[in-house]
């Protein structure tokens, strides 16, 4: 190369930096996993929930659900849930719900690296994350570590965690000879649809993509913040707040006296059931098949 040419390699070099000052940040800042959903829950009123765990049509044809009652060290609660093969989500009554309002919700973010919470604790200025434990034939074994997320007020609408399978879980809880082992979301989902007594043999659900939530504009704000911090890209579309990340979309919208805490949760499905495309839970809650991949929950 003359020396002509390697200034001006030189010069394209420097103009390439000073007119894209962000690629460098964007490379140093890129987390070395993805942080998707691990599971959400919602607190609804009394007559949804009962619709909802009476319906036969979700029991038996829409996923793998359960009643459960989780016993931890810190905390009981009692729940219905319904699983697909990644995610999960857990709907609660708030007349029974030791404290919940209506429409109070929580996302869990779910790592499958070890020490993933560990690296996310230094990225994000958290408190350790903790070890969290379940009761199994009267022992607490090792559940998983939680990483409470900041920048949340005691009155939010909204809770967010991060939540990475301790390696010991399937080992301990409801022990088998199967493959399902390590932390891997889909292999405790397997283990918890492997010990129900019926789990339909072809389930609509797949998984989770999408959650639209109302909160106000303080949780919008650090919920956008800490989301860009595990990789999400943010767009505004309106009033509305966009979050793109691994197999996830959120829609953050502004709260209001009607809206509260999650109000629509988009699936991605196998099909659409036979004969029927909408199931009303309820009068404030609506299940649509939009396709025979797509399906909208709304409340």
């Known amino acids: 190369m003359t020396p002509i040419h390697h200034q001006l390699a030189l010069i394209i070099t420097l103009l390439f930096v000073l007119l894209c000052p962000t690629t460098y940040a964007q490379r140093e800042e890129r987390l070395p996993f993805p942080v998707p959903l691990n599971h959400f829950y919602l607190t609804v009123d009394s007559e949804t929930f009962a619709a909802i765990e009476g319906s036969e049509f979700l029991r038996s044809e829409f996923a793998a659900f359960e009643r459960r009652t989780t016993v931890r060290t810190d905390k009981t609660y009692t729940g219905i849930y319904f699983y697909g093969t990644h995610t999960y989500f857990e709907f609660f009554d708030v007349a029974n719900s030791g404290g919940f309002k209506l429409g109070d919700s929580g996302i869990a973010f779910g790592v499958e690296v070890p020490d993933a919470t560990k690296t996310l604790q230094t990225r994000l200025g958290a408190l ?18 939680m990483l409470n997320l900041v920048g949340e007020s005691q009155n939010s609408v ?3 965690w991060v939540m990475e399978y301790h390696p010991q879980f399937l080992l301990d809880w409801n022990p088998s000879n199967d493959s399902n082992q390590g932390i891997l979301r889909n ?5 918890y649809k492997s010990v129900l007594n019926k789990v339909p043999s072809n389930p609509l659900l ?8 109302a909160a106000d504009r303080e949780m919008i704000t650090n919920l956008t ?29 502004p709260e209001s006296p009607s809206a509260r805490g999650i109000k629509q949760i988009e699936f991605r499905v196998r099909r659409k059931p036979k004969g029927q495309a909408e199931f009303h839970f309820g009068n404030r809650s609506l299940l649509k098949f939009q396709s025979e991949q797509q399906a909208l929950w709304t409340f």
């Open 128 to 145: 350790a994350p903790r070890l969290v434990t379940r009761q199994y034939k009267d022992v607490q074994v090792p559940w998983f570590y």
């Open 158 to 160: 909204i809770t967010s």
């Open 187 to 191: 292999s405790t989902l397997s283990r």
């Open 206 to 213: 797949d998984d989770i993509v999408g959650l639209t939530i």
């Open 225 to 253: 913040r800490i989301c860009e911090r595990l990789g999400y890209r943010s767009h505004v579309r309106g009033d509305t707040v966009e979050l793109h990340g691994p197999n996830l979309t959120l829609h953050l919208i």
